[in-house]
């Protein structure tokens, strides 16, 4: 599973991205942020304030409870600024 | 069309190219985003907007697939640069054109609006106090959510 | 600022007037209205605007003084062209640039809006069977409309 | 007095502008056009819809009740099609 981070949340874990191998129990968006959160403290403090915490599979914006596949591309950011 | 680019664009060309031998086109609309400088001491140098390669342009041609559904559109166009930017640079045009005015109005401000809350970028800017990322605000929220509402409108049935 | 002239006008630069020097401006709307070929065989050779000089000019700037009021603008553009023109040509200009995204998109709208029932120009058509006036459309009056029940707004005081 | 003809309305007339003298009792925008449509049948012709009829007094619109005074600059024009 390919994890990509932008703008603040990749300030905060201090990479751009990450291939992850979570345990099979992680089967959501939401499980995967708890896993990612207690992998150390710079996953915490970037994942702490989760409402804000944006989510995206395969390129595509989803809820925590959408599922995760090996193979997938999952994206974590913060609300866009652009335009 | 959707182009993602450092580069900037000139708007004149666009939007000539928009209606170019289309004598069907009655109406251009566009929007240009400009960097502002927002430090009260105009202190903000220059600012830099990172984005999502890949997702952003699957969003953004979502966008615009979304804008043709809703309105009678002939052309319609979304460039965004990203990289460096300084106040005043060109950040982000978006234009469309219709038979109908209110067509290609409506469009417009729907494909700014929709973007603004969509569209994988983000700003960080470089103010006196160190570099700083740009907050999302919730009156951008509430434009795009507008449109979520207004699904029917006059100009697609009459 | 307003124009009202023969001659074919340039967007781009127009629009880079607009906030040229001004970090101020977040945003330019625009709009260009263009010369359809409305014949069904295509037959629409070209068209002639007769206008009503002097108060032509008083009509568009009374315009942009009431856009002025209702909304926060850093500056807007008014050009009308008047005399022959063939089907593509761009007719008129209305631009409005703002701090702020809403103020400079409604504002813009509301000047064409506006225009297009206040401000006295006439399109005569030289169709196959032979010159004639065009007729006005009862959609520009209840878009027009909309903006005298729609006094405020929420950027204005937001 | 000076009037002035638009669009259809001055190619109904036959002339784009000319100096006026009406009676006294004209007083009013209203009772202009009614001296006007009985000067001839190409007045009576272009004056005939006059719900479509607009009219100006020194450039600015005005109703049918508005005053007209001696030295004004009245215009007469169909619906506006511009922009």
Not at chain 1, 31 to 36: F, I, K, N, V
Not at chain 2, 27 to 48: C, E, K, N, Y
Not at chain 2, 64 to 90: C, F, K, M, N, V
Request: net charge negative.
């Amino acid at each position: 599973m390919k994890l990509l981070y932008f703008a603040w949340i990749r300030s905060k874990i201090g990479i751009a991205e990450e291939e992850v191998a979570p345990p099979t129990e992680v089967t959501t968006v939401g499980a995967l942020l708890d896993w990612l959160a207690a992998r150390g403290p710079n996953y915490a403090e970037a994942l702490k304030a989760r409402a804000v915490v944006k989510t995206a599979v395969n390129q595509e914006y989803v809820d925590p409870d959408h599922p995760v596949h090996v193979g997938d591309e999952v994206a974590l950011f913060p609300p866009v600024t652009g335009g | 069309m959707i182009r993602v680019q450092q580069e900037d664009f000139d708007i004149g060309a666009e939007l000539a190219r928009l209606s170019d031998g289309d004598h069907s086109v009655g109406g251009i609309a566009s929007f240009v985003g400009l960097v502002r400088d927002m430090a009260p001491d105009g202190a903000i140098g220059s600012m830099t907007l990172e984005h999502y390669p890949g997702m952003t342009e699957k969003q953004l041609a979502a966008i615009e697939t979304e804008a043709h559904r809703r309105w009678p559109l002939q052309a319609s166009l979304i460039i965004h640069r990203y990289g460096r930017l300084t106040p005043g640079d060109r950040i982000v045009l978006v234009a469309t054109a219709s038979a109908h005015r209110q067509a290609a109005l409506e469009s417009c401000a729907f494909l700014i609006d929709w973007l603004k809350t969509k569209a994988p970028f983000w700003k960080m800017e470089d103010g006196p106090g160190g570099p700083q990322w740009v907050e999302a605000k919730t009156t951008d929220d509430a434009a795009a959510e507008r449109w979520a509402r207004s699904e029917g409108h006059t100009e697609k049935h009459g």
